[in-house]
């Protein structure tokens, strides 16, 4: 089966940098998925590891450490408009490209 | 990016009745489409993959005759809730993958079911 650990909630101040942690445990692995929600929409691609390490894109990061099980995804220069669901997902079979997401993280950003 | 497009955005229906959404590739092939339920607060849940050309292939718990799905074209899969009942109510969202792009999935931006 797959288990999909992230925390519920965080929140933090417009301008900090807020690390939201997500850690797996799946049948398989084919890369790691993080993606943001803003209630009532669809989900939007941030970003996608498959290979230990740093990601960097912008404002937002993403680390993998596969032989952990463990990723984070890193925002920095928070603004406003970055509170948001952020969902962790993993592709666990080869070639069906199927995503298992985490419950996902709410992020609250105050002024 | 691909976009994709769901039909309708919201739907209201009565207990008993029957419901379909569209899914739809604007501007790419989809030979997999995806379905996904979310209830409020909740994360996505994977329903069925979705293959042209082919029977879907449900996932544990998914009752197949409940959610018909069909991928009729390559770029156009339905999901059609039979015999609405008001815990059917949730978001549903589609995803389809672009054969173009290695790995990602690219999300129609969902459909708010209410049965009442």
């Known amino acids: 089966g797959q288990n999909i650990d992230q925390p519920t909630e965080m929140t933090a101040t417009e301008g900090a940098i807020v690390q939201i942690n997500c850690t797996y445990q799946t049948s398989g692995f084919n890369g790691l998925f993080w993606y943001q929600q803003h209630a009532g929409e669809a989900p939007t691609f941030l970003s996608y590891n498959v290979l230990d390490g740093l990601e960097e894109k912008g404002r937002f990061s993403s680390f993998l450490s596969r032989s952990k099980g463990y990723s984070y995804l890193l925002l920095k220069e928070l603004q406003m408009k970055d509170s948001a669901s952020y969902l962790c997902?993993?592709?666990?079979?080869?070639?069906?490209?199927?995503?298992?997401f985490g419950a996902g993280t709410t992020v609250t950003v105050r002024a | 990016g691909a976009v994709v497009s769901q039909h309708p955005s919201w739907v209201i229906c009565k207990s008993g009745t029957s419901v379909k959404i569209e899914c739809r590739s604007l501007?790419?092939?989809?030979?997999?489409m995806f379905w996904y339920r979310q209830f409020p607060k909740q994360s996505l849940m994977l329903m069925a993959t979705s293959n042209e050309g082919s029977k879907a292939t449900y996932e544990q718990g998914v009752e197949k005759d409940k959610f018909l799905i069909n991928h009729a074209s390559l770029t156009l899969s339905t999901l059609t809730v039979t015999s609405a009942h008001p815990e059917d109510s949730s978001f549903y969202i589609c995803?389809?993958?672009?054969?173009?792009?290695?790995?990602?999935?690219?999300f129609g931006p969902g459909t708010r079911l209410t049965v009442t």
């Open positions: 997902a993993v592709s666990g079979g080869y070639n069906d490209y199927k995503l298992s």
């Open positions: 995803s389809a993958r672009d054969p173009g792009s290695t790995y990602e999935q690219y």
């Open positions: 501007d790419f092939q989809a030979t997999t």
